[in-house]
């Protein structure tokens, strides 16, 4: 069972294969500068590696007595629409019973019209990545609102920066990833190197 856990190096392959983990010199719609950018949803376009990086996170929760004991009666739930992939392949590994994901509207995160408080199952929140925890606690609290429990969360790649639990609940991953971002390009080593910048859209 844990063989399914594919290590972190492992990952990596698979993300700079498929696109998904890129190096250069990029510049974030906030002014951050950074010479590393994953556009995640570039690894989930093949079925073969989208089901690698889902069943192997989603075996972060099968063992997790509290987690295995509560299946089928789970949901899983995305924070984002780059989570929509991460959280069907989940949903098929774990057999869970729903699937649920927030979407940005106005500037504001909500769920889909007429989800209806109780109705929601215990959840496990994942996203492709975590890259300051905003989305994932954003997400936490309109699943609260709809009177259901946040007992599992993870992303493919959470950045080291990102806070590792959500309340009581550890935030798993299949990488952790020690992000280098300058706040401008005033300290950025590339900036001083003159290399051509590359604008990322989120
Ligand atoms: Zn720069």
Redesign the pocket.
Known sequence: MVDLIPSSDTVMQILKRTGAFREG?F?YPNGK?SPHYFQMPLAFRYYDTARVLAVGLSRKFRVDRDISSQLPKVSIISPSSGGIPVAFGVRDALSAEQIYWAEQEDNKRRFRQYINRGEVNPSIMVDDIIRSGLAIEETATLVKELGSAVIGCGAIVRFTSAPDKLGDVPIRSLVEFDAHM?DS?DD?A??KKSVP?ENVRF
């Open positions: 010199h510049v500068h300058y390009g950025c590339d900036c910048i």
